[in-house]
C-alpha cells in the first residue's frame, strides 16, 4: 500500500536517499542528473510543500505542490483559475514496475478535486517527460524558451478518483 503525506525535516535523509538513487539510474543511462542539488532538493522536506509517496516506511517518491502559479510560466487568467502545481517529482527506479509517478500525478488529480481546484500543472524540460505525461492524462498546453532551455506547459483538469485501486491509501 502506497500513501503520500507531507514531508517531514526528518524525511531529508530518505528523500535525498532516494534522490541518489535517480541521479545514479539517470546517468547510467547517460541522462543529466540532479546529484550536484541532492541536499538542496532533500532539504525542502519539512519546508511545508514536498509530499512524499512511501510503502512500507521507505520514501519511493517526492514531488512539491504549490497553490499559485510561477509568474512566468502562466498568464494572469490562467493564474486566477484555482490550480495545483507540481514541481521536482522524482521517484525511486526501484519501484517502476509499481509507478510511483503515475501515482502521484493521480495523488495530485484527486487532491486538487478535494480542494475545490480546477487543475494539476505541471512544466518540464525533455520532450519525454512530456511524453510520459500524457500517459497520466496531461495535455501539452504551451511551451516556452528560458535561459535554462525549452519549457514545456501541461495541464490537467482535477478530478476526483479511486485512489484505492491503484493501491493507494487515502
Known amino acids: 500500500m502506497f500513501t503520500m503525506r507531507l514531508a517531514a525535516e526528518s524525511d531529508a ?3 535525498a536517499s532516494m534522490i541518489n538513487a535517480r541521479c545514479a539510474w539517470m546517468e547510467q543511462r547517460g541522462l543529466e542528473s540532479w ?5 538542496d532538493l532533500a532539504g525542502q522536506a519539512g519546508g511545508g510543500s514536498m509530499w512524499v509517496l512511501q510503502t512500507q ?19 494572469p487568467e490562467e493564474a486566477a483559475e484555482p490550480a495545483l502545481y507540481l514541481f521536482t517529482t522524482i521517484t525511486d527506479p526501484a519501484y517502476r514496475e509499481h509507478k510511483p509517478g503515475t501515482l502521484i500525478a493521480l495523488w ?26 500524457e500517459t497520466q492524462g496531461f495535455s501539452l498546453v504551451k511551451e516556452q524558451d ?7 506547459l501541461l495541464a490537467r483538469r482535477a478530478e476526483r478518483l479511486d485512489l484505492g485501486v491503484l493501491g493507494m491509501a487515502r
Do not use: N, Q
Not at 546529484?35 to 541536499?39: G, I, P, Q, S, Y
Not at 499559485?68 to 502562466?74: C, F, G, Q, R, T
Not at 478535486?113 to 517527460?129: I, N, S
Not at 528560458?146 to 514545456?152: D, E, K, P, V
Open 13 to 15: 535523509p530518505g528523500v
Open 35 to 39: 546529484r550536484e542539488d541532492v541536499d
Open 57 to 75: 516506511g521507505r520514501i519511493v517518491g517526492c514531488t512539491t505542490v504549490m497553490t499559485e502559479a510561477p509568474p512566468k510560466d502562466w498568464t
Open 108 to 133: 495530485a488529480v484527486d487532491r486538487a478535486a478535494r480542494m475545490d481546484r480546477a487543475w494539476v500543472r505541471r512544466g518540464c524540460f525533455f520532450p519525454k517527460l512530456v511524453e510520459y505525461y
Open 146 to 152: 528560458r535561459s535554462a532551455g525549452h519549457l514545456y
